[in-house]
């Protein structure tokens, strides 16, 4: 049952940050559109359709959830890298960043989000 969660809660991840991927105009400028994500470069289905994640609980019991899929469209493609956690305060998957490493037409570096928590010492 736990493992079930688990594998819902990256496959939710992976939706949300595909979708904030597809809706960045930077990046349908530079790759086109439609824009689909897929797990790894390789001509199986199965390896495509499997997204590479990390999921871990911090000191502070803060779940988080990391995802790393490819994405191409008509004129491009990129690599995705994204972590997300589960804010404790309205209980909602939020990003802690959201980069695409765009491979061509040309290379470019896009963060779409980055977030640092307020610092509180214990």
């Known amino acids: 049952m736990r493992k079930e969660r688990k ?3 990256r496959r939710e991840i992976f939706g949300k940050a595909l979708k904030r ?3 960045d105009v930077e990046v349908r400028v530079r790759v086109g559109y439609p824009i689909t ?3 790894q470069e390789s ?3 199965a390896a495509r359709q499997r997204i590479p994640n990390r999921a871990w609980t911090d000191e502070e ?3 988080h959830v990391e995802v790393n899929f490819y994405i ?3 004129n491009g493609a990129g690599k995705v890298f994204a972590e997300m956690y589960k804010d404790k ?3 909602q998957w939020k990003f802690t960043y959201l980069i695409v490493d765009i491979k061509s037409p040309s290379p470019k570096q896009l ?3 980055s977030y640092l928590p307020a610092y509180a010492p214990a």
Do not use: F, K, M, S
């Open 7 to 9: 594998e819902t809660q």
């Open 21 to 23: 991927v597809q809706d």
């Open 37 to 39: 994500g897929y797990g």
């Open 43 to 45: 001509r199986n289905r």
């Open 61 to 63: 019991g803060v779940e």
């Open 72 to 74: 191409r469209g008509p």
């Open 89 to 91: 305060a309205d209980n």
């Open 111 to 113: 963060i779409l989000e």
